[in-house]
């Protein structure tokens, strides 16, 4: 899948919405982008944020959870490309 241009983007416990722009051919690879700027510019999301994702061209809008991400990354890879993929997007987290 070649890589949209996506925003991602959640409100805060302040009530301030924080967006960020990345690059990405995968909804888990658009939030571990964004959750890497979030934290380079200290406003990461919590644990409970639900994280809005708008990939586009054309455009498409995803409601994502931190617990989903979370389960989905330490889930089990169902090929190589998907076990290669969530390394990759663990090591953008730290994990």
Known sequence: ???RACTVSFTGPDGIRHSVNVQAETLYEAVALAIRAFREHDCPPGAASDLD???????????VSMAKVQAWLTSSAKSPSDKIMKERLKGLLAL
Do not use: D, I, L
Request: net charge neutral; aromatic share 0%.
């Open 1 to 3: 899948m070649p890589a």
């Open 53 to 63: 994702v708008e990939a586009r061209s054309p455009g498409v809008t995803h409601t």
